[in-house]
């Protein structure tokens, strides 16, 4: 096991030393459902789904462990907006985003806890920070606890700073608090808020600060000390910062490794979010390109670098998988196993061993199709069925391969796979009829209507071939 990544903790790169030799312990941040899921959401998803990938092959037995928030203020307030119970809407939203991840060939988590599901995990976890020192219960009887900064001299060690630096947050409520800058641990119940979103505790009934569920849970899923802690680079700071805190004060070792995913940003160059309005959401981009382009659009980039979104790159994404699907139908003509799978060349293990360099990954898959058409044509089948081999398994671990299900477009158990290769197939036969019977205004009609629905028809020595 050679794999590198960028500990930003550190901000250098570390070798990966898993705790438990052969498994791997990771904890993703998920998302809070309050809307609709956006690119920059489904980046996220992509990274550490292709994070698993690769330590799955390279031998690895992964626990993936990603959260969902189903309630905090955004929620309250999201469902008071729109008149519906907090968690009516905090379940909508979570089964759109389900259906996202599905749709961009995302594997499920090993475990996908709910923050609301996890509420005695996380006053035991409170009282422990208390009883250390670091924490208290706000004195006008709001039922609030915080955690005390001042008590902690590490707080700030995940991103450098010093806490005399920091400015309170300027949305934070200041009621209860010995310093500005403490955070909540425990939220008091407020007459404006559900009683539904109120759990009793010895210190008032009320609900879970954001950052708390998060240590509560990957301590319940993961155990004190785990390995990769992950999420967007806009989680480091407070998110991830005050989990670190809080965790350590309770004496747990926490998160040996931190590995943050850079922004999807619009056009003009800001950070898609929720909040800025200026989202590109999942429902809206699926209409215009197709979702396995979009992934192969957003993985190849490497994970720590900016990605500007723009409808010409996912095309130019789209056409580049293109090309790499042509090779896989070409060759599995002439391969024993069409179903086989090979081994990554060593070029493209050693890409993604060194902090999951997906860039230079991209070049060995396309290279390695150049070289098995070379091979194609000249009718070498040995090095085209190697090379077939070899792009099959850079595809499954990206995720991509096309003869995944998941790509059909239809629901689970419910693959129209067939149904479409036996319409293509009917046309193609027409047309070749047309041309036989040399009616070439009638085999074009029937080339561009296929055309118009994306296909491309390569008329070979064996018969005409089409692919999306």
Known sequence: MTFTLYDSAVSRLVPLDPITPGAVKIYSCGLGVYAAPHLGHIRKEIVFDLLRRWLTYEGLEVTLVTNVTDLDDKILRASAAAGVEWFALAYHFETVMHEAMRLFGCLPPTYEPRATGHIPEM???????????????????????????????????????????????????????????????????KPDEPVTASWPTPWGCGRPGWHLECSAMSGKYLGDEFDIHGGGLDLRFPHHENELAQSRAAGRGFARHWMHNAFVTDPGGEKMSKSLGNAMRVDEVVKRYAPRAVRFYLAAPHYRSMVEFSGKAVEEAAASLARVDSFVARAADVVADPAALGAVPEK?????????????????????????????????????????????????????????????????????????????????????????????????????????????????????????
Do not use: C
């Not at 070899?390 to 671990?397: K, Q, S």
């Not at 419910?414 to 085999?443: F, I």
């Open 123 to 189: 006053v035991e976890l409170i009282q422990t920070i208390m009883d250390n020192g670091h924490a208290y219960a706000a004195t006008d009887g709001s039922g609030d606890v915080y955690f005390d900064v001042l008590s902690w001299p590490s707080y700030g060690e995940l991103t450098s700073q010093r806490l005399q630096d920091m400015a309170p947050d300027p949305d934070a409520d200041p009621r209860g608090k010995r310093d500005p800058r403490d955070f909540a641990l425990w939220k008091g119940w």
């Open 348 to 468: 493209f293990a050693a890409a993604l061993d060194d902090d999951l360099g997906t860039p230079a990954a991209v070049a060995v898959l396309h290279e390695t199709v150049r070289e098995g058409n070379r091979a194609l044509d000249a009718g070498d089948t040995a090095g085209a069925e190697a090379a077939y081999g070899a792009v099959r398994a850079m595809l499954d671990v990206f995720g991509l391969r096309a003869d995944d299900p998941v790509w059909s477009g239809a629901g689970a158990g419910d693959d129209l796979t067939p149904v479409v290769d036996g319409l293509v197939t009917a046309l193609l036969e027409q047309r070749q009829s047309a041309r036989a019977r040399k009616d070439y205004a009638a085999a074009d009609a029937i080339r561009a209507q296929l055309a118009a629905l994306g296909l491309t028809i390569e008329d070979t020595p064996a018969g005409p071939r089409w692919s999306r």
